[in-house]
């Protein structure tokens, strides 16, 4: 069984990121399980002089999770063409940490849009170490969609299809990595 952590980047009650990684972690073929983080609105701000004995428990939590990860799926949105700053918060928990290092991530995404926070996401996570999956992609256009909508769409079976099959290439993507 590959053990996945899906993270969105969005703290919206109603973001579409959230939505896709709810979505991954319903449609996962059957050899993975994929568990969606939901603690990134709890997580303090990153102050180095907190680590180590001092880690805040809701920081030591995301570590953990990632850390007994296989894998790492993020769904990020983006704001002023950039990271928003809650997911760029959790990468500084994790960047001194072993977490990272070789742990294979995906990068989906919610909007066709986001083009600047995709390709610095990648950025800060190659430099942090994290192997980007580029076997595939997954974009599923929820941008500006209501939620009933965004449902609707994520239930397609196109998009189920599409859901499933990105997290089997990453799971094949994982097993090479090991």
């Not at 073929?29 to 994929?34: L, Y």
């Not at 790492?72 to 977490?99: F, Q, T």
């Not at 990272?100 to 989906?108: H, I, N, R, T, Y």
């Amino acid at each position: 069984m590959i053990d996945i952590v899906a993270i969105s980047g969005s703290l919206r009650a109603a973001s579409t990121n959230s939505a896709l990684v709810v979505a991954l972690t319903a449609n996962a073929p059957a050899d993975c399980r994929v568990a969606s983080y939901g603690g990134l609105g709890r997580l303090p701000i990153f102050n180095p002089d907190d680590e180590g004995e001092r880690t805040p428990r809701e920081a030591s939590d995301l570590i953990d999770a990632v850390t007994h990860a296989d894998g790492i799926i993020v769904s990020c949105p983006e704001y002023a063409h950039g990271v928003p700053g809650g997911m760029k918060n959790a990468l500084d928990w994790l960047v001194s940490r072993d977490a990272a290092v070789g742990k294979p991530a995906m990068l989906v995404h919610a909007s066709p849009r986001s083009l600047y926070a995709r390709a610095a996401l990648a950025e800060i996570m190659r430099t942090m170490s994290f192997v980007v999956c580029e076997d595939t992609t997954l974009e599923i256009a929820l941008l500006g969609k209501k939620p009933a909508e965004v449902e609707a769409i994520l239930a397609e079976p196109v998009n189920v299809l599409a859901m499933r099959n990105a997290v089997k290439v990453f799971a094949a993507f994982i097993r090479g990595q090991t």
